[in-house]
């Protein structure tokens, strides 16, 4: 009975205001009414806005959550890998698979190695030891002032191992660590004192590598991402190395505030890149397209964009940005076969090619086996709640921006079309910048840009045309052995750049 009226009590308190939830029951003890405020405040919760909601599941951009986008670096370069973090994704290292389970939650930069516990081998986090690196290195400054050993006398006849590969399963099956394996090895190797200092190192990372092997957790950047594609599948990114697209960026002025016109056929790399330095909430990238068909823009999942960055991505095609003399909107067909004029092939064709071409990325985009097959971009988790419907990145432009795009104009133009005619492309889009705006064209050959940039002269369109060619060089930086890379790319594309300005025509 007692229990009865508390209850009504309560229920009464909890549907009517503060003020007459004080006087209600003038009987009740002072412990009573503290509960019921307590009940009436957390009755409060589902109330709270969406946005205060939304802003308190906002992922630390700096720790992985379930669903991100994320570069695994396999033995230091020797693989790179992107996998999207799940409670089943797996990454193939050596012959097995391996959860990726332990990865969430841990900051961007982590260090795994693969280590024997109770459950088998498995990753596991650890921090490298900074000691151990400052001692080999004086150790090994060292020893090259007094090095007087060789790799002469070494014969490899596969007799110096003592340790057969019968005594390291048994290890393993003991729950012995990598570390100790490869200390066991060299312990048992005749000819391992008898070699130089470099050679032990090498001798010592091999078998690191093999027995102990590590995943670095890398975030998906414009850098890492151009890198990892350019090491495996140039083609795929019309052969666009970081140099060329950070000399791209640059020349085209891509700044916060700035509303950027893209043509983007290197399945989304430019566009991930563009929208990562405009950063959230400020200016827009437009990628604009021939034909009916956009051109995909895979890549842009991997970058973890949130729902700030991924709403201010979009697509408009080309004839609804066009304008006629008259300041109408020209007629879509008209359109379609003037932009035909000059290239290689017709847009629809060329739209079906790169569909072809960037679904076989995306299916290795976000792989996890070491031939980077990939999961399915569409299962991505956003950081952000799934409250309502969260934007994608590359939907359809508004009517309010494209009339303000017609109006004002862009404040810069971006292409990388490595199949499509440059000049064919930019004599149309320079008239949809502003003046004194910036322009940048990329392509793998010089040839087509010398062209446009023949043409853009004689028609008095824009000034300061010049061609740049990206020239990079990798050192390895260690001890007595600093030196460029012995294999490295030659070649990284020309860059066409210019200001357009006010023609008489």
Same mark, same amino acid.
Not at 102 to 112: A, D, N, R, V, Y
Not at 198 to 211: C, N, T, V
């Given at each position: ?13 909890l ?10 029951g003038?009987?009740t ?7 019921l405020?307590?009940?009436?405040n ?30 695994l670096?396999i033995?230091d370069?020797?693989r790179l ?5 799940t ?12 959860? *990726?389970r332990? +990865? ?5 930069? =982590?260090?795994?190695q ?5 459950? /088998? @081998?498995c990753?596991c ?10 001692n080999?290195?004086e150790?090994?400054?060292?020893q ?11 014969v ?15 290890m ?10 490869i ?5 048992n190797s ?8 470099f ?5 010592r ?10 995943v670095?957790?890398r975030?998906?950047?414009?850098r ?6 350019f ?16 000399? *791209?960026?640059? +020349?085209?002025?891509?700044t916060?505030? =700035? ?5 983007d056929?290197?399945? /989304? @790399? ?14 827009y ?44 909107s ?5 359109c ?6 000059g ?5 629809d ?21 070491s ?10 988790v ?7 419907k ?5 939907e ?10 017609k ?6 133009l971006i ?7 440059a ?13 004194s ?7 793998q ?5 010398a ?13 300061g045309l ?10 390895q930086?260690?001890?007595s052995?600093?030196?460029?890379l ?10 066409l ?9």
């Amino acid at each position: 009975m007692l229990f009865s009226k508390i209850s009504n009590k309560i229920s009464c308190c909890l549907n009517a205001p503060l003020q007459q939830t004080q006087a209600i029951g003038s009987t009740t003890s002072v412990a009573l009414f503290c509960i019921l405020l307590i009940l009436k405040n957390h009755n409060k919760g589902p109330s709270m806005s969406p946005n205060s909601v939304q802003s308190n599941s906002i992922q630390n951009p700096r720790v992985t959550w379930e669903g991100c986008s994320v570069l695994l670096d396999i033995n230091d370069g020797d693989r790179l890998v992107f996998a999207r973090l799940t409670a089943g994704s797996t990454v193939k290292i050596g012959k097995k698979n391996f959860s *990726l389970r332990p +990865l969430i939650g841990c900051p961007f930069g =982590s260090s795994f190695q693969i280590e024997n516990r109770t459950e /088998g @081998l498995c990753l596991c986090r650890f921090v490298p030891s900074t000691e151990e690196g400052n001692n080999d290195q004086e150790k090994g400054g060292c020893q090259i002032m007094d090095e007087c050993r060789d790799n002469r006398a070494i014969v490899d006849n596969n007799e110096a191992q003592t340790l057969t590969s019968e005594d390291i399963d048994e290890m393993r099956r003991q729950g012995v660590k990598g570390d100790e394996i490869i200390e066991a090895l060299i312990a048992n190797s005749a000819t391992y004192e008898k070699k130089t200092a470099f050679s032990q190192e090498k001798y010592r990372i091999k078998k690191q590598k093999k027995y102990a092997p590590r995943v670095l957790l890398r975030r998906p950047s414009a850098r890492s991402i151009c890198e990892a594609y350019f090491k495996k599948y140039p083609h795929r990114i019309g052969f666009l190395r970081v140099d060329a697209l950070s000399l *791209l960026l640059s +020349l085209a002025n891509v700044t916060a505030n =700035s509303d950027i016109l893209l043509v983007d056929m290197v399945g /989304g @790399l430019l566009t991930g890149a563009v929208a990562e330095r405009l950063g959230a909430g400020t200016g827009y990238v437009c990628n604009t397209y021939l034909g009916s068909s956009p051109y995909p823009v895979d890549m842009v999942r991997t970058f973890n964009f949130d729902n700030e960055i991924c709403k201010r991505i979009v697509r408009a095609p080309l004839c609804d940005l066009c304008l006629d003399q008259t300041g109408t909107s020209e007629k879509p067909d008209a359109c379609n076969a003037e932009l035909n004029v000059g290239t290689s092939e017709k847009p629809d064709a060329c739209n079906a090619e790169l569909n072809g071409q960037t679904s076989s990325i995306s299916m290795e985009e976000m792989s996890l086996p070491s031939n980077h097959e990939a999961a399915d971009p569409e299962t991505a988790v956003s950081p952000q709640s799934k409250m309502g419907k969260t934007p994608k990145a590359g939907e359809k432009a508004s009517e309010e921006a494209i009339k303000s795009w017609k109006e004002n104009g862009f404040s810069s133009l971006i292409i990388a079309a490595p199949d499509a005619d440059a000049w064919s492309l930019a004599k149309d889009l320079l008239p949809l910048l502003s003046y004194s705006a910036p322009f940048a064209i990329y392509h793998q050959y010089l040839q087509p840009l010398a062209t446009c940039m023949h043409n853009l002269q004689q028609g008095k369109m824009a000034i300061g045309l010049q061609i740049s060619e990206p020239w990079l060089r990798e050192y390895q930086v260690l001890p007595s052995r600093t030196h460029p890379l012995m294999q490295m790319s030659a070649f990284g594309g020309y860059i066409l750049s210019g200001t357009k300005i006010c023609s008489s025509s």
